[in-house]
Nanobody, 120 residues
Framework: QVQLVESGGGLVQPGGSLRLSCAASGSIFSINYMGWYRQAPGKQREWVATITSSGSTNYADSLKGRFTISRDNAKNTVYLQMNVLKPEDTAVYYC??????????????WGQGTQVTVSS
């Protein structure tokens, strides 16, 4: 079994920054891509960013330049640095990871989510 645990969410003023973390643990053989999604109240979950095992990144067009995804393969952890935050960034942020377990099965896991609220 594999678990993803997010941290780093909270309340921040407009223009501020937050850094989210998501650590994977359990029966991990390898992790392919890791990513972030978010879901605002009353809206569908939307993709934010993805990073591959080699460090290649992709971002939602609307977030390029403000958000940066990175990962530490040794710690099985993915990060999301969010700068110049806006009220519309308020959402629950979820991480995911495509994990090959020690039993060699491949599965997409999700974290439980962390709340980010941007408000003055």
């Amino acid at each position: 079994q594999v678990q993803l645990v997010e941290s780093g969410g909270g309340l921040v003023q407009p223009g501020g920054s937050l850094r989210l973390s998501c650590a994977a643990s359990g029966s991990i053989f390898s992790i392919n891509y890791m990513g972030w999604y978010r879901q605002a109240p009353g809206k569908q979950r939307e993709w934010v960013a993805t990073i591959t095992s080699s460090g290649s990144t992709n971002y939602a067009d609307s977030l390029k330049g403000r958000f940066t995804i990175s990962r530490d393969n040794a710690k099985n952890t993915v990060y999301l640095q969010m700068n110049v935050l806006k009220p519309e960034d308020t959402a629950v942020y979820y991480c995911n990871a495509e994990v090959r377990s020690t039993g060699r099965s491949l599965y997409l896991y999700w974290g439980q989510g962390t709340q980010v609220t941007v408000s003055s």
